[in-house]
């Protein structure tokens, strides 16, 4: 549009026309050089620097090259220097630098373009929205809130702001409120608003505040939406194809040796546990995910993605038994946990990040006093026995009752879904 051109390009429009078509036609190399070479005779067209920018950035996709990303970045940046640009392509330049700059990993960097952004364009709600998002990133949580809130006040419908600012209001734990602001925002449909983590924070807000109708709609709408993998399955970070359903046996999940292994030993490790909870209190550690509702709960961790705790030689002989377990030990998306909880405990039905793992709960202390304790997952209730295995896919919703008058403690560990390769295994991203 012309809001983009400047007088500068005005003499050499033809060309920048021309060198765009060997862009749009995967020409990126030749698209390069030919801006290359109006950026060289008309060293003030804004156009010829973005082009530019745009080729490099093509070509570092195409080649998957950081350098290239690196380059590119600069590019737009120059674009942003020129005295004579168009205010729209300054904001244009710049948004796709920080962009540029997230997907690098360079969240400070970003950060930094952004609040250039903010100054030139404090009214932009898209540019002050990109702000609050840039301060999430880098984890300045009510930074990004007042940039959402600032959205608001001149956008009061704004999806985008609502959407974000609803969901770090419900991880700071004001259930009430977030609700208020993610309930309006996911059904504005605007860009940015239908993701599964927004879906999720609402549900579980909703839950928490006793509005479980309306929780259970939420989550069946976000399945329809194909944010979740059905209302029950939430896990956000999926590998498609794998085959589901909420309880395994060990010969569908290919770990009979190692429940064998496991319930053959369970009294060396719950011996091993024992010990330390008694002697080395402080290896026990609070939950820290606020899934808990009332009660208390503690895990001592002996591996999480994929890595060993230093701890673990706390209890050398679970250790070594685990030793023979790869695709436990190496489950870079989960974790192996002694999971003690006292009595009078509720946690929250919850759901895991991943469908990549399946969760196997060794029983080593259970009570069967009171009210006994029990695990829902999905609509199926269930209990543990001590010396036996049972395995559930923590992806779906589950949720956990201690109403015994003792502890309980059982042994978690996770391992690979049982159809994913070898490289996959190697190449997914820990969590
Ligand atoms: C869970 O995995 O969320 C719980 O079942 C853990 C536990 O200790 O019961
Ligand atoms: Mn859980």
Not at 13 to 34: H, M
Not at 289 to 311: A, H, I, P, Y
Request: aromatic share 8%; hydrophobic share 35%.
């Amino acid at each position: 549009s012309d809001s983009l051109i400047s007088e500068k390009d005005l003499p050499i429009l033809n060309l920048l026309n021309e060198a765009e078509k060997l862009l749009l036609s995967k020409q990126t190399s030749k698209a390069k050089d030919a801006f290359q070479k109006l950026i060289n005779s008309n060293p003030e067209s804004p156009r010829a620097r973005f082009g530019k920018a745009e080729a490099l950035n093509k070509q570092s996709e195409e080649e998957k090259s950081n350098k290239l990303l690196q380059e590119c970045i600069q590019a737009y940046g120059e674009v942003a220097q020129l005295q004579n640009c168009p205010v729209e392509l300054k904001k244009k330049t710049l948004l796709l630098k920080a962009d540029r700059q997230t997907f690098l990993g360079h969240l400070k960097a970003a950060l930094q373009t952004k609040l250039q952004l903010a100054r030139e364009f404090p009214t932009d709600a898209n540019v002050v929205n990109q702000l609050g998002v840039g301060y999430l990133y880098v984890g300045k949580n009510n930074k990004a809130k007042q940039s959402f809130e600032r959205v608001l006040q001149s956008h009061p419908g704004n999806g985008f702001a609502l959407v974000h600012l609803g969901f770090i209001t419900k991880i700071q734990g004001d259930w009430k409120k977030s609700i208020d602001f993610l309930l309006p925002g996911i059904h504005t449909l605007a860009e940015g608003t239908q993701q599964g983590k927004f879906y999720f924070h609402l549900g579980d807000a909703l839950h928490r505040t006793n509005r479980t109708e309306e929780a259970k709609a939420i989550y069946k709408l976000g399945a329809e939406r194909g944010l979740f993998r059905s209302k029950y399955q939430r896990s956000l970070y999926n590998v498609e194809r794998l085959k589901s359903r909420p309880y395994w046996t060990a010969q569908q999940a290919k770990v009979t040796d190692y429940v064998k292994k496991l319930e053959s030993n369970w009294k060396i490790i719950r011996d091993e546990a024992m010990k330390v909870m008694d002697v080395k209190k402080g290896l026990f550690v609070k939950e820290e995910e606020s899934l808990k509702n009332t009660g208390e709960w503690r895990q001592f961790t002996l591996f999480q993605r994929g890595k060993k705790e230093v701890d673990c030689k706390r209890v050398p002989k679970t250790c070594a038994l685990l030793e023979q377990m790869p695709n436990a030990i190496g489950c870079k998306r989960g974790q192996i946990k002694f999971s003690i909880m006292m009595p009078g405990t509720h946690v929250w039905p919850h759901t895991g990040p991943t469908n990549c793992r399946l969760r196997m709960h060794l029983g080593l202390v259970i009570p069967q006093t009171g009210d006994g304790v029990r695990i829902r997952c999905a609509d199926d209730i269930r209990t543990w026995e001590e010396g036996k295995v049972l395995i559930f896919d923590d992806s779906y919703e589950h949720e956990v009752w201690q109403n015994a008058e003792t502890f309980r403690l059982i042994l978690i560990v996770d391992v690979w879904h049982p159809d994913l390769s070898e490289r996959e295994k190697r190449n997914l991203m820990p969590i």
